[in-house]
Every structure is written in C-alpha cells, then in structure tokens.
C-alpha cells in the first residue's frame, strides 16, 4: 500500500485542522488508523476506525477533541483536529491496522508508511 496524507499546517492554540488520508489500492476493507511522531519521541497511534460500520477508537490524550471518519467511496479517511494544543505537534501519518486499535493497541500491519503531513501548533 502507499500512503498519501495532506491537510497539516501551522495553528495557534485552539485551533482546527482537517487531516486526510488516501491509498492505493483502496482502504475499503481495512481498519485504517493516525498516528503521529514528535521530535525526539516515538510514533504513537491517536486514532482508528473500522473497515465498515466506521467503529472508532481514539488516546486517551485526544478523545474528545479529534474526530476520525471514512468516506469509502472516495477512499479517503479523515480526522477532524479541534481544540488542538502545543503538544499536539509532530508529523502525522496513516496507516491500515487491526481491530486490536480500539482496544488501544496500534501497530501498522502493512509496515508502509507515508510522508506524513506536518502540523505544528504553536502560538
């Protein structure tokens, strides 16, 4: 799979940003999670969703505040960044996971990554 993700951009605090996700071949029958990296820190999953019924699971340290979603026929998986704060910066990516996602276990079952999209939230 390659992935493709746009949408990132410098924000103030408070701010909001709409993060998307596209790959080929298509992503309809696959969990498909965000993750991001902060300088000097490891990559960590923020936020999955289900193949089909859009079953969504999210951090502890975003719930509430991001929202992920799907729109198959555009093979396209958003997540909607309100409210977003400093430690929110870092590079973003997605990627196809498992189920285990809303139970809180991320890992990229492809292995593939994308180039990112930066967001930065600074004031």
């Known amino acids: 799979l390659q992935f493709m993700e746009s949408g990132g951009g410098l924000v103030q605090p408070g701010g909001s940003l709409r993060l998307s996700c596209t790959a080929s071949?298509?992503?309809?029958?696959?969990?498909v999670g965000w993750f991001r990296q902060a300088p000097g820190k490891e990559r960590e999953g923020v936020a999955c969703?289900?193949?089909?019924?859009?079953?969504?699971g999210y951090a502890d340290s975003v719930k509430g505040r991001f929202t992920i979603s799907r729109d198959n026929a555009k093979n396209t998986v958003y997540l909607q960044m309100n409210s977003l704060k400093e430690e929110d910066t870092g590079l973003y990516y997605c990627?196809?996971?498992?189920?285990?996602?809303?139970?809180?276990?991320?890992?990229?079952?492809?292995?593939?990554w994308g180039p990112g999209t930066q967001v930065t939230v600074s004031v």
């Open positions: 990627g196809v996971v498992s189920m285990y996602c809303l139970r809180g276990s991320y890992e990229n079952t492809e292995g593939s």
């Open positions: 071949p298509r992503l309809d029958y696959r969990y």
């Open positions: 969703v289900s193949s089909q019924t859009s079953t969504t």
